[in-house]
């Protein structure tokens, strides 16, 4: 009787699905286990570009940043140790049962393990004039290059600022000095319509609400938000419903835009429109393959399909939810983060688990920790402004004396429009719960501080305003340069970890966004880095 021969255990076949910032991240996070030969990637990408980050187009856009600057990961190193690549490629099928996808020129590719990082795209309204150009969101894409096409393109001078492309147009016309529209005030809209204004261009906002930032402002604040973009030479158009486009043609007929129309009847004229209405999850190649979906593909704790253990999914098409918790109606309370630093962590710890269970050692990766809050800070010359946590409640919701009002909460406000400078404070308890503030940076970075760690604040919230006196003659409540303060929100650095990179000889912040990765993710954080750098330097 022959010995039995047993073949050698092949690696765990992890495919990919998307290659943008998060994409690269889980990448990034592989390479160990493929060059051990434990996992074998294969990366499908629909751009025929590198990964870069999205979040730091519109720096890109209005010439504030060189294109190096988005560049993220190393493909070569990741092809050097064993990573395949399939850019400008589309998967346009799943096959569960037999774990094998499909991609737009017939190619099928196996997998032990399938991750989403299909991201978002750019939301186009509804408006007359290019409704072709809106997306059906349950029709898949069958070539790389439909992904976020609808079933005409956008009128020329038309952009939705998600990609290299769309950034270059942008580009050239806030080097013209033209006049743009933007379509939208959320926080990308915001920092570009401030940056191309500081750059030279003309540029107006058109919004349909009573505040810019809605989702994460007050009405305080985003009153004052409105004043402070107008003094810094931005048009605020508020409580305009955009109904149409008025189109202009070209020798060659091609249509180009010419104004934006409002159902009040007014026309914004300018050369170029930039929508910025917010983005959805691209779920609809997940919801072909029978996988759960609600506002992005439902995974669980664990960032697997709620459908299809074999199945994750990370970044912004990923809605994390309990299994089970769907309402009565069918929604699922949530939704993906919309922000890169959730969808960072998530690559992270996704990658450390693949390659523990692939290395049989499950039990290495602690339950995945996304529970960071997030901090909004608005990146604009000249205009400071921080948000973070709920700051809904109003400032006369409780009566702060009442008996047993202790777990309402409790609201403090400071507001000096004249000067450019307000704040709201969110308290529960003593502890900061949420706040706002436009024009106190200092104020802004000691709250930022007491809100991540929990901590209770001062009895006398009006000694806090002393941090942005010329004298600053208030005491901080915690030192906002101690080693275990979080300095970059995106990827969890704090100063220690800079300090560090300081001292080893890492002397720029562009050497310390390359050695921690500080400062690669939305770049607010970058004068911080900037100010450690300073307070760390060796004096000649």
């Not at 200092?442 to 930022?448: D, K, N, P």
């Amino acid at each position: 009787m022959r010995d039995a021969v047993f073949p050698a255990a092949r690696p765990e076949r992890v495919v990919l699905v998307g290659y943008g910032p998060v994409g690269a991240r889980l990448v990034e996070g592989l390479i160990p286990a493929v060059r051990a030969g434990i996992v074998a990637l294969t990366v499908v990408g629909a751009e025929v570009e590198d990964a870069y980050n999205r979040v730091l187009l519109a720096e890109y856009a209005v010439g504030r940043a060189d294109r190096e600057r988005l560049d993220m990961g190393d493909r070569a190193v990741a092809e050097d140790a064993g990573v395949v690549f399939r850019l400008g490629a589309a998967v346009v099928g799943i096959d569960r049962a037999r774990h094998v996808v499909r991609l737009h020129d017939d190619e099928r590719i196996a997998y032990d393990r399938l991750v989403f990082a299909t991201g978002a795209r750019a939301n186009v309204p509804t408006l007359a004039g290019m409704e072709r150009a809106r997306r059906d969101r349950r029709v898949r894409s069958l070539t790389p290059d439909g992904l976020d096409r609808g079933a005409s393109p956008l009128p020329g001078n038309v952009v939705a600022l998600r990609d290299l492309d769309d950034a270059r147009t942008v580009r050239s016309a806030v080097a013209a000095g033209s006049r743009i529209v933007v379509l939208g005030a959320g926080v990308l809209g915001v920092e570009l319509a401030l940056a191309a204004a500081e750059q030279g261009a003309e540029v107006v906002v058109v919004y349909h609400g009573d505040i810019p930032m809605g989702r994460n402002l007050d009405t305080g604040g985003g009153r004052m938000l409105a004043a402070a973009a107008r003094a810094a030479g931005v048009d605020m158009v508020a409580h305009a419903r955009s109904e149409s486009v008025l189109l202009s043609h070209d020798d060659d007929g091609h249509a180009r835009f010419d104004a934006l129309v409002c159902a009040d009847g007014k026309q914004i004229h300018g050369d170029l429109l930039v929508l910025s209405c917010g983005v959805g999850a691209r779920t609809e190649l997940a919801a072909s393959a029978d996988l759960a979906v609600s506002t992005g593909i439902l995974v669980d704790e664990e960032l697997r399909s709620w459908t299809d253990r074999d199945v994750y999914a990370i970044g912004d098409c990923a809605h994390v939810a309990p299994r089970g918790s769907a309402l009565p109606d069918g929604r699922v309370p949530g939704g993906p983060s919309g922000l890169v630093g959730p969808g960072w962590r998530q690559a992270d710890w996704l990658a450390a688990r693949i390659a523990a269970e692939a290395a049989s050692a499950a039990a290495a990766t602690p339950a995945l920790a996304d529970a960071r809050p997030a901090v909004v800070m608005l990146k604009a010359e000249g205009v400071d402004l921080v948000a973070a946590g709920d700051t809904s409640a109003e400032l006369w919701d409780a009566a702060p004396h009442a008996p047993g009002c202790g777990d309402h909460p409790e609201v403090t406000v400071w507001a000096d429009p004249a000067r450019g400078g307000y704040a709201k404070l969110v308290t529960v308890g003593g502890v900061l719960s949420g706040f706002v503030t436009v024009g106190f940076p200092r104020l802004a970075a000691e709250l930022t501080l007491l809100f991540e760690r929990g901590s209770e604040l001062p009895a006398d919230r009006s000694s806090l305003l002393r941090l942005d006196a010329p004298d600053a003659g208030a005491a901080v409540t915690g030192d906002p340069f101690a080693p275990d303060a979080t300095v970059c929100w995106c990827n969890g650095v704090s100063v220690a970890t800079i300090t560090e990179a300081a001292a080893a000889g890492n002397d720029t912040v562009a050497c310390i966004g390359s050695a921690t990765r500080a400062g690669t993710g939305c770049g607010g954080c970058t004068g911080r880095i900037a100010e450690i750098l300073a307070r760390t330097a060796v004096p000649v």
